[in-house]
């Protein structure tokens, strides 16, 4: 989407940069669908430039002189500003991802990917949205052929919908569907699928489509009262193994689609017990016929107990999706 369409005047947007060849090129890239006002070179000019100019967007570069770009954003914040903050640097760290998150950040954009990453960021951006570059963790994600795609989200409901649009389309396709939801989660998407117009139960007969609530299946791959990745396997191997086969008869592609990782930690499970079940999600499924989509809470990314495990639970991934806010 061009920033134009959700503006009636091409938004603002501060660029803090040490580097003169970078503004330079920031300059150049959004002068055609924004307002540059202000180019500037350290974190305390930043602060000058917000204050006078309080653009939509502010784009900083974390190592910069006088103030880095984590402390001119919190300065920015503190002073209760509505401006929008994107990181744009080299730092390729969870330490720094989870203190930009920690602050409020709406983006956070590896230099390498400046090109393929920074207009499409900022699109989603002004629309509430935030974005962070698939890239960006320690842990590389897998291989795109491992079509395994995690999605962080601040609103449940808006997971729900993106999961009946792709589950619906998976459907009308052929394709298996395979659900791994709470109970409430179960409900909205299957009253989305029902106002759809599909047939929920005529897919169920078929084998076309599968569903299983958190509420039931989590207390199985309990051991000792913590959840045990090798029982997760075991009650899930032979199910997957039926879905594929029917998959592979038919031609057809199984989508997967689970918020377990959310449950684990909304129940107050650590970030290693979640990182644990992403992986068995990774080893278990047929890679050639199979989908995987999850979803976690956004409010999970910060946390500075888990910046290591965030980054596992990120490389079992092969894409992070960018996400409503």
Same mark, same amino acid.
């Given at each position: 989407?061009?920033?134009?369409l959700?503006?009636?005047? &091409? +938004?603002?947007?501060l660029?803090?940069?040490d #580097?003169?060849a970078m503004? &330079?090129?920031?300059t150049?890239?959004?002068?055609? #669908?924004f307002?540059?006002?202000g180019?500037? %070179?350290?974190?305390?000019?930043?602060?000058?430039?917000?204050?006078?100019?309080?653009?939509?967007?502010?784009?900083?570069?974390?190592?910069?002189?006088?103030?880095?770009?984590?402390?001119?954003?919190?300065?920015l914040?503190? &002073?209760? =500003?509505? $401006?929008?903050?994107?990181?744009?640097?080299?730092?390729?760290?969870?330490?720094?991802? =989870?203190?930009?998150?920690?602050?409020g950040? =709406?983006?956070y954009?590896v230099?390498?990917?400046?090109h393929?990453?920074?207009? +499409?960021?900022?699109?989603?951006?002004?629309?509430?949205?935030?974005?962070?570059?698939?890239?960006?963790?320690?842990?590389?994600?897998?291989? +795109? &052929?491992?079509?395994?795609?995690?999605?962080?989200y601040?609103?449940?409901g808006?997971?729900?919908? #993106?999961? %009946?649009?792709?589950?619906?389309t998976a459907?009308?396709?052929?394709?298996?569907?395979?659900?791994?939801?709470?109970?409430?989660?179960?409900?909205?998407?299957?009253k989305?699928l029902r106002?759809?117009?599909?047939?929920? *139960?005529?897919?169920?007969?078929?084998?076309?489509y599968?569903?299983? $609530?958190?509420?039931?299946?989590? *207390?199985?791959?309990?051991?000792?009262? !913590?959840?045990? *990745?090798?029982?997760?396997?075991?009650f899930? #191997?032979?199910?997957?193994?039926r879905v594929?086969?029917?998959?592979q008869?038919?031609?057809?592609?199984?989508?997967?689609?689970?918020?377990?990782t959310a449950?684990?930690?909304d @129940?107050?499970?650590?970030? @290693?017990?979640?990182?644990?079940?992403?992986?068995?999600w %990774?080893?278990?499924?047929?890679?050639?016929?199979?989908?995987?989509?999850?979803? !976690?809470?956004a409010?999970?990314?910060?946390?500075?107990?888990?910046?290591?495990t965030? =980054?596992?639970? !990120?490389?079992?991934? %092969?894409?992070?999706? +960018?996400?409503d806010?």
């Amino acid at each position: 989407m061009s920033p134009g369409l959700a503006f009636d005047r &091409k +938004p603002t947007v501060l660029l803090a940069d040490d #580097h003169p060849a970078m503004l &330079k090129t920031l300059t150049g890239m959004l002068t055609p #669908h924004f307002e540059v006002v202000g180019a500037v %070179s350290d974190g305390k000019a930043a602060l000058t430039a917000a204050a006078g100019t309080a653009p939509d967007i502010a784009i900083f570069d974390i190592a910069m002189p006088q103030l880095n770009g984590i402390q001119a954003a919190r300065e920015l914040k503190e &002073k209760k =500003s509505y $401006t929008k903050i994107v990181f744009l640097t080299a730092q390729e760290d969870d330490d720094y991802i =989870s203190a930009a998150l920690d602050l409020g950040a =709406s983006g956070y954009i590896v230099k390498r990917r400046l090109h393929s990453d920074l207009l +499409p960021a900022l699109n989603l951006i002004l629309t509430g949205k935030l974005f962070i570059s698939p890239h960006a963790f320690t842990e590389t994600p897998k291989s +795109p &052929k491992h079509r395994h795609a995690l999605e962080f989200y601040s609103d449940e409901g808006i997971f729900f919908r #993106h999961v %009946s649009e792709s589950a619906a389309t998976a459907l009308a396709d052929g394709e298996h569907v395979f659900m791994l939801l709470g109970n409430a989660g179960l409900y909205s998407v299957g009253k989305r699928l029902r106002a759809a117009g599909l047939d929920l *139960p005529g897919a169920i007969a078929r084998g076309q489509y599968h569903s299983f $609530t958190l509420e039931n299946v989590v *207390p199985l791959f309990l051991q000792g009262g !913590c959840p045990n *990745p090798a029982r997760f396997e075991a009650f899930f #191997h032979p199910l997957v193994n039926r879905v594929a086969a029917l998959a592979q008869a038919d031609g057809s592609r199984v989508s997967i689609f689970s918020n377990v990782t959310a449950a684990l930690l909304d @129940q107050g499970w650590s970030h @290693q017990v979640a990182a644990r079940v992403e992986e068995a999600w %990774s080893d278990l499924v047929p890679r050639e016929f199979y989908t995987v989509h999850c979803g !976690c809470p956004a409010m999970h990314l910060g946390s500075k107990e888990g910046r290591v495990t965030l =980054s596992r639970i !990120c490389g079992e991934h %092969s894409n992070v999706i +960018p996400i409503d806010r």
